[in-house]
């Protein structure tokens, strides 16, 4: 067993919402320039406290339709309409762009606490991430891509979001991070979307699956994993 610490994490929601979070009609999504669409012809409404998992092959616009509903990305056509109280707060599957600027771990997430957060929780929340003492004064540049991850994480448990949306979380994770995150996110009151390879992950916590095809198809299963795959006829 490792002697290493399992990182403490746990996610809150600010507001809690109440029935439908957003609803997704026919979106589509094709980057300047590319005759194919990535996204075409989307549907899909969310409720509060569900745990979809988006899945698909690579390519097949997973982190495209994540984009879009991060607002990062404005849909070619169709729409996507939050509900008047959502606060959702995304880990993109590439963070790099959010450490941009130098400066050191405990500048960067002081950046995300509320008026009510002092140094200290931001100190709690770096120490639980298994950032403690000088460590929180080095360079957001100089972390890993694990590391990297695991402030994204503290971001989002500092603005606590009631809708998370994880594109490949446990990318670049260890086992004891991955469980932590695990754990973290099924005690999440909130509603959570995530993109993952990882099947025992998806496993653990998604309620419903939506399957991505390269061809624009989609399927939307209301269900686990597990009766996902005997509904499609695949042993687990």
Known sequence: PS?????YIRFEQAKKLYRSVVSIEELGFSYPGADVEVLKNVNFN???GERIAII????VGKTTLMRCLAGDLTPTRGSIKWVENAQPGYMPQDPQAEFANRMDLFTWMAEWR???DDDQIVRATLGRLLFSGDETKKSVHVLSGG???RMIYGKLMLTRPN?????EPTNHMDMETIESLQIGLEKYPGTLIFVSHDREFVSGLATRIIELR???EMTDFQGTYEEYLKAQGIAS
Do not use: C, F, I, Y
């Open 147 to 149: 590391e990297k991850g």
């Open 46 to 48: 969310v409720e509060a």
């Open 3 to 7: 002697s290493r610490q399992n990182p």
């Open 56 to 59: 698909g092959a690579n390519g």
């Open 214 to 216: 390269a061809n624009g």
């Open 163 to 167: 809708v998370l949306l994880m594109d």
């Open 114 to 116: 509320t008026r009510s």
